[in-house]
Nanobody
Framework: VQLQACGGGTVRPGGSLRLSCAASGQELRLNDMGWFRQTSGSEREFVAAFRWNRGSTHYTDSSKGRFTISRVTAKNTVYLQMNSLEIEDTGVYYC????????????????????WGQGTQVTVSS
């Protein structure tokens, strides 16, 4: 399984970006997908997740209302639309695949995921 993440860049506070994560080697519709952010010297932290089999989405208090995780099954791709970006959103964003179906609490734990993309840098700066 390979995950290819892209779409990062540099934006001003209040701006938007859309990240994409395209998968090959496995159909995403059978699994759960997550987005995580990592800054220098910190652990990867959960941003959002999509439970494919259940069609449910999950966010942190910070990302809820500003970010939207979605998918296009035909393209085997998951997206993270990020609006109203803040300086604190800066980091390397990783998409990840968890085989099967996880309970919600496990979606927030990096160790619950089986495969990871290479990361894409998001910088929010004035």
């Amino acid at each position: 399984v390979q995950l290819q993440a892209c779409g990062g860049g540099t934006v001003r506070p209040g701006g938007s970006l859309r990240l994409s994560c395209a998968a090959s080697g496995q159909e995403l519709r059978l699994n759960d997908m997550g987005w995580f952010r990592q800054t220098s010297g910190s652990e990867r932290e959960f941003v959002a997740a999509f439970r494919w089999n259940r069609g449910s989405t999950h966010y942190t208090d910070s990302s809820k209302g500003r970010f939207t995780i979605s998918r296009v099954t035909a393209k085997n791709t998951v997206y993270l639309q990020m609006n109203s970006l803040e300086i604190e959103d800066t980091g390397v964003y990783y998409c990840a695949l968890a085989e099967g179906d996880r309970i919600v609490s496990l979606l927030k734990i990096p160790g619950s995921y089986n495969y990871w993309g290479q990361g894409t840098q998001v910088t929010v700066s004035s």
